[in-house]
C-alpha cells in the first residue's frame, strides 16, 4: 500500500545536527514531491521544506532556512532533511508528506517521527 | 509570505449540526487551498484540495468553496468522527503556510 516511513528522530542537544529520513513504498517516488511538515507540542502545523520529483528544486521556510536541506535519493525512494544548528524551537513532530503538484497539497502523511531539542 | 487566518479558533457544535469554517488568505491564492482534518495525536488526514475537490475516500458529508482570498469548509451532518481540529493550507506559492487550526468541539 501506498506509505511514507519517517525516521531519524531522537533527542539533540541546542547547536548540534540530525538527519530525518522518509522511505516511500506502494507508488512511483519519482512522480512525486516531498514535503516535511512539523507540529511543535500543543500547536499547529507548519510547512518547512519541500523538494520536488527530480530533486532539481527546493524550498523553504524562513525559520529554517540556511540551516536544513532537504535532499533525495530516487535510487533508493528516500527523501531527507538534514537539520543543522538546532534550537529549542525545532522541537516538535516532523511529518513527511507527498504531493503530486505544488497547487494539490499533501496527499498522504506519514506517521511523524519526534525531534526534541534540549539545552 | 502569504499569511492564513481562520475562523473560528473553535466551535461546539452536536451531532447532526452543520459547521462552518472560513479561511481567509492574505493575498490573492486562486482556488490553491487544501484542508485537513487531525485528531489528538493522529496524522493530518487530507480532505480537500483545489478549494472544492475531495480527496479520495472522504465523505460528501464536507464540502469546500472560495477562491481569490475567502474560502470555506463545511461540514453537513456532523458525525461523532468529525469532532477534530481542520487546518487550511495554501498551496499557490512558496514558502507554504497553513492556517492556524479550528478545532471542532462536542456541544
Known amino acids: 500500500q501506498v506509505q511514507l516511513v519517517e525516521s531519524g528522530g531522537g533527542m539533540v542537544q541546542v547547536g548540534k545536527s540530525l538527519t530525518l529520513s522518509c522511505a516511500a513504498s506502494g507508488f512511483r517516488f519519482t512522480r512525486y514531491g516531498i514535503h516535511w511538515v512539523r507540529q511543535a507540542p500543543g500547536k499547529g502545523l507548519e510547512w518547512v521544506a519541500m523538494?520536488?520529483?527530480?530533486?532539481?528544486?527546493?524550498y523553504y521556510s524562513d525559520s529554517v532556512k540556511g540551516r536544513f536541506t532537504m535532499s533525495r535519493d530516487n535510487s533508493k525512494n528516500m527523501a531527507h532533511l538534514q537539520m543543522n544548528s538546532l534550537r529549542a524551537e525545532d522541537t516538535a513532530v516532523y511529518f513527511c508528506a507527498r504531493g503530486v503538484d505544488t497547487n494539490y497539497g499533501m496527499d498522504v502523511w506519514g506517521q511523524g517521527t519526534t525531534v526534541t531539542v534540549s539545552s | 509570505d502569504i499569511q492564513m487566518t481562520q475562523s473560528p479558533s473553535s466551535v461546539s457544535a452536536s451531532v447532526g449540526d452543520r459547521v462552518t469554517i472560513t479561511c481567509r488568505a492574505s493575498?490573492?491564492?486562486?482556488?490553491?487551498l487544501a484542508w485537513y482534518q487531525q485528531k489528538p495525536g493522529k496524522v493530518p488526514e487530507p480532505l480537500i484540495y483545489?478549494?472544492?475537490t475531495l480527496q479520495s475516500g472522504v465523505s460528501s458529508r464536507f464540502s469546500g468553496s472560495g477562491s481569490g482570498t475567502d474560502f470555506t469548509l463545511t461540514i453537513r451532518g456532523l458525525q461523532p468522527e468529525d469532532f477534530a481540529t481542520y487546518y487550511c493550507?495554501?498551496?499557490?506559492?512558496?514558502?507554504?503556510?497553513f492556517g492556524g487550526g479550528t478545532k471542532v468541539e462536542m456541544k
Open positions: 493550507q495554501q498551496g499557490n506559492s512558496y514558502p507554504l503556510t
Open positions: 493575498q490573492d491564492i486562486n482556488i490553491w
Open positions: 523538494i520536488w520529483y527530480d530533486g532539481s528544486n527546493k
Open positions: 483545489a478549494a472544492s
